[in-house]
């Protein structure tokens, strides 16, 4: 009678201890740091982090009165995709979706597709014990799109970027640099694209940021004679913008709503004068891991 107690009583214990393992385990699981992809400027803030996600994205965009059009809106529908092949090496695809234009003067109401660009991105430095990445990449933009939503044009656009991260407990830096180099000068313009995030975790279901994006056109086209270029989703092949830079600024938040669907709302707003094509945005967008 006695040893089948003892049997009884090592056996809840070691239940017990089963259970306690886990519960801590599960507990570290959660207390892992939570990293968020950036909402503002999604075609060119690339996250660093190497992840399987499909990310659509809904866009309300004023022109600004200063602009040709003297106003007017946009709204983009769009998803992107990204599949991590190995853990350090992700497809991207990043461009695509629909454009309804409508301008207040100037140019008729127009609806059309977006170009579609993709390419690779490949974490060279992935120190998750410093909480540390630095990921570089490319992609390519096939002109797919319509002319009427001022896509389409020139002969397709390389982009080339770096991207990094680094988190300080509940605080996260993000930034990003790269280049757009078209494969034909005069009907594209180069430009330079600079983006920086600041995020902190509150909770999982609420974590604001405020993001920095800017644009410096390299060159003049031969495209329409305006003096701004077209931000993210147009290059008009501008002929008088060659070294401007535009700025805008957003703020947001995320909320992690399971541990693999993030919600994520943006308002972004054209900070240089005149804001040409950016007046101000509103962006919203689910992420689906896998």
């Known amino acids: 009678m006695m040893n089948s107690t003892k049997v009884s009583l090592l056996t809840c214990a070691a239940v017990a201890s089963v259970g306690l393992s886990s519960g801590v385990q599960a507990a570290e699981a959660d207390a892992e740091p939570i990293h968020i992809s950036p909402v503002t400027n999604p075609l060119f803030f690339e ?51 629909y454009i309804s234009l409508h301008p207040s003067r100037a140019v008729a109401h127009n609806d059309g597709w977006a170009d579609i660009g993709a390419g690779l991105k490949y974490a060279v430095i992935d120190d998750k014990e410093n909480d540390f990445i630095v990921t570089p990449g490319f992609k390519f933009e096939l002109p797919t799109g319509n002319q009427r939503v001022f896509q389409g044009n020139g002969r397709g656009e390389w982009d080339l970027f770096v991207s990094a991260a680094k988190g300080y407990d509940r605080l996260n830096l993000t930034g990003s640099i790269g280049a757009r180099i078209p494969n034909d000068f005069s009907q594209e313009t180069a430009q330079l694209h600079y983006s920086a995030q600041v995020d902190y975790v509150t909770c999982q279901y609420f974590i604001p940021f405020v993001a920095l994006n800017a644009y410096s056109t390299l060159n003049n086209g031969r495209g329409l004679g305006l003096t701004h270029e077209g931000y993210d989703l147009i290059n008009f092949g501008a002929s008088n913008a060659a ?10 938040f995320r909320s992690r709503l399971l541990s693999w669907v993030d919600l994520g709302v943006a308002y972004e707003r054209g900070l240089t004068h005149p804001q040409g094509l950016f007046e101000d945005r509103y962006t919203f967008d689910m992420i689906f891991r896998f």
Do not use: C, M
């Open 243 to 252: 070294g401007t830079t535009d700025v805008t600024g957003g703020v947001g």
């Open 47 to 97: 996250d660093p982090h190497i992840t399987s996600e499909v990310r659509p994205i809904f866009a309300y965009h004023n022109i600004d009165e200063s602009f040709v059009t003297q106003g007017g809106i946009a709204r983009v529908f769009a998803a992107q995709v990204r599949w991590a092949i190995t853990d350090r090496l992700a497809l991207i695809a990043t461009k695509d979706g």
